[in-house]
């Protein structure tokens, strides 16, 4: 399975260069730069980081993003170490009052991606992980292995 791991600092600058890598490293696996699937991920990639800087930070402790390409669809994950902290999963997420300052990340998450969740991790953290199906996902991993 194709995959890209990276630790970032838990800092703003952190939650935009996962941004970045995320919309490069899908550009090489053949996931071109303004397609749906694409904008939705990095969209999702955007919320989920800027989510672990904000509120699954812990000095001195980088979060991960994680992306790959299970069968049918791209897989992102977004790891940080505050386990106390946990995200209400799938259906339960509160949509903001309009003059909220806060409380929309989740809500986006929960209408790009087709499928997400939140998961424990142990050592203590957790785990947003976000599904985006791919329509032309065999033919784009038959292009990644013929490149390889």
Known sequence: MHTFTQRFSSTPLGARLARHLALNQLHVWG???GSDASDRAVAVVAELAANAVTHGR??????????????GSLRIEVT??????LPPGPGAVRHARPLDESGRGLVLVDALADRWDVLDRDP?????????????????IRRLSVRL
């Not at 940080?80 to 902290?85: F, G, H, L």
């Open 58 to 71: 812990v000095p001195g402790r980088d979060f991960e993003l994680r992306l790959s390409l299970p069968t």
């Open 31 to 33: 996931i071109p730069h």
């Open 80 to 85: 940080d170490t505050r386990a106390e902290c």
């Open 124 to 140: 203590p953290g957790k785990t947003v992980l976000a599904e985006i199906d791919l329509p032309r996902w065999l033919s784009l």
